[in-house]
C-alpha cells in the first residue's frame, strides 16, 4: 500500500469511498473555500481529494466544505457515487480542534446563512429504503433465478 503525503499534516492511503458514507466533523462551515471561491462545485479543482478518517466504523471528512460542495454536484447525486479520497488512519492531533460535530456529522450549517442546511442520510437507511425494496421487487417479477 503506497501512502501519499496530505495536505492535512499526514500520510493517508488513496482510494474511494460512496459519498452519502462520508459525514461531517463539524457542525458549521465557512461560505467560501481557502482562496475565496464559493462553495460551487464549479470551484472543486481537479486532483482535489477528500481527507477521510474512520472512527467508531463511519466515515468522517476532514474537509466539510469540500463534502457539502460535492454533495451538490449533479455528477454524485447518487449516494453511491463514490469520490477520490485520501484515507487517514487517525486523526491528526492538529486538527482535533476540527472534531466538533454535535449531530454525529449528520448536518451541516453555512456560517451566516441560516437557511443552507445540508443533511447527510445514514447508510444505513440507504440500504433499507432503497435497496432491499428493489431487491424484493426484482424477485417478485422473477428476474433474478
Known sequence: VKLV?????????????????IFYCQD??????HDSSPLEPSSVQPGWRMHVVNID???FTLNNRLL??????????HPFAEVEV????????DLR??????????????KGNKQ?????QDPKD???VKVLPLIARILSLGLFV
Do not use: C, N
Not at 5 to 21: H, V
Not at 28 to 33: D, G, L, P, R
Open 5 to 21: 503525503e496530505t495536505t492535512e499534516g499526514g500520510r493517508g492511503i488513496p482510494g474511494s469511498i460512496p459519498l452519502g458514507a
Open 28 to 33: 458549521t462551515i465557512q461560505v467560501a473555500f
Open 57 to 59: 466504523g463511519e466515515w
Open 68 to 77: 457539502f460542495t460535492l454533495r451538490k454536484d449533479p455528477k454524485y447525486s
Open 86 to 93: 485520501v484515507i487517514m488512519p487517525e486523526l491528526p492531533w
Open 97 to 110: 480542534w476540527k472534531w466538533s460535530t454535535s449531530t454525529g456529522g449528520r448536518h451541516v450549517h453555512v
Open 116 to 120: 443552507t442546511l445540508d443533511s447527510v
Open 126 to 128: 440507504l440500504i433499507e
